[in-house]
């Protein structure tokens, strides 16, 4: 058993912590493992879905990679209380990684994707593309980490993340990180918070389109970029549906 | 159709409109000249119903109904369209599915029923070609990689989709090259009909040539300072706004 995090762990910052304590170490203190073998591909999706019953809910999963390997991992974070994903991936030789997620957020709620990326070995590509919509006073953040070893030449990394803050009292934290030793490696990464289009939102009421209706089509489509990369139409849709039926409850 | 009456509004407490008053009757076609910063999109967008454009004096009924009463949304419903100087562009979102649920929320609101995914397909892909655009543009993001010339195609396109009462086309003709105006005005005119008034904003009388309004009016500092028949545009481009402004004064 390790100690509980504090605020000062760089990992655990946003974290929080009234509602962690009360399931450390049981259920948080624990990481699963996940071995994707040289040349095999695996696809995960996690539904952390709301539920009032439920204070903490925290998945840690360890993920090694085989050379030409895939690991694919699409997310929901949308608990009420707090929900977290945390997520190590160490990439083999021309490996990929791949994480979508989005984070839905009302009334209090604290969802967090933390994912660091070890690109140990040349050649492995990963990204990251992270959605969130945040409401009232919750808070989502996203710390994505690349770390790429000095062997680890021809290297694609790239990080994507969004934010919406549909009240000025919600909170985003997004901290794309690299931390590069090779040097012969492609890395990119962008991250902004913003507000609706209130011109886009304007346009539609013009056009007759409610606003709530307005506001729901947009949400929908920011969230949806989030698992555009999932390749199964029908997992992908799925995965949508879950989400708007998640942002149609935030209002 | 349309009575706007000593209409006072304006922008962050600026008055902008100065007691505007326009008729304009079913089933006419009405053009509002004026120079820059005379209050024609401002007129516009307070009839629309835009945040930021607040009325101080008067009124405006689209049908006997009190436009300025309601939400932006409720407008459309009413019969209001606008057709945007600068149409927006909404990434992610097809124009298929922002035009239909924007033609199915107006259509619950008046308690009718909605239209068919296939009848509303088969309609917009005649209203696209009807003005040059396809269907792959369509699908794509409302407004998004589409040219100045095409936004303002589609702004065409879904006039006539959502078949309004009253119509206010805001320099629905700036930024067109002289094709792409042919194509808007043969719309305005394949729009018009007995039972919807079209009011269009411009800057030159070159939409008029091909558009012949029923009645042109000259916006001066937030009021109409005359009137007269679609001879007026030539004695405009001719003399100039300030000769009007002359006569006002």
Known sequence: MSERPTKKDEAWRYADFDALKEHWPDSADRWETVDVAAGETKRELVRLLPDPDLVSDVTRLKVTVGDGGRYELFALAARSRYGRLEIEATLGDGAHFEFGGAIIGKARATNEFIVRVNHEQPNATSNQTVRAVLADKATGSFLGKVYVARGAQKTDGSQSSKAMLLDRTATANLKPELEIYADDVKCAHGAT??????????????????????????????????????????????????????????? | MLDIKDLTAGVEGKTILNGLSLTLPKG??????????????????????????????????????????????????????????????IPGVSNVNFLRTAVNAQRRARGEEEISAGDFLRAMRKEAEAFDLTMDHMKRGVNVGFSGGEKKRNEMIQMAMIEP???????????????????????????????????????????LDYVEPDRIHVLKTGRIATSGGPELAAELEREGYDAISAEAA
């Not at chain 1, 289009?197 to 346009?203: I, N």
């Not at chain 2, 101080?56 to 300025?68: E, F, H, M, N």
């Open chain 1, 193 to 251: 918070v913003g507000e609706l289009d209130k011109r886009a939102l304007f346009y539609m009421a013009s056009r007759g389109i409610p606003p709530e209706i307005a506001e729901r089509l947009m949400l929908q489509t920011f969230v949806a970029e989030g698992f555009a990369e999932l390749g199964d139409d029908k997992a992908r849709e799925a995965l949508e549906a879950d989400a708007l039926g998640v942002l149609e409850a935030l209002r």
């Open chain 2, 28 to 89: 006419e076609v009405h053009a509002i000249m004026g120079p820059n910063g005379s209050g024609k999109s401002t007129l516009a967008y307070t009839l629309a119903g835009r945040d930021g454009y607040e009325v101080t004096g008067g009124s405006a009924a689209l049908d006997g109904q009190d436009l300025l009463d309601m939400e932006p949304h409720e407008r459309a419903a009413a019969g209001l369209y606008l057709g945007l100087q600068y149409p927006v562009e």
């Open chain 2, 165 to 207: 009462k009253v119509a206010v086309l805001d320099e629905t003709d700036s930024g067109l090259d002289i094709d792409a105006l042919r194509v808007v005005a043969n719309g305005i005119n394949r729009l018009r009909s007995t039972d919807r008034s079209i009011l269009i904003i411009t800057h030159y009388q070159r939409l």
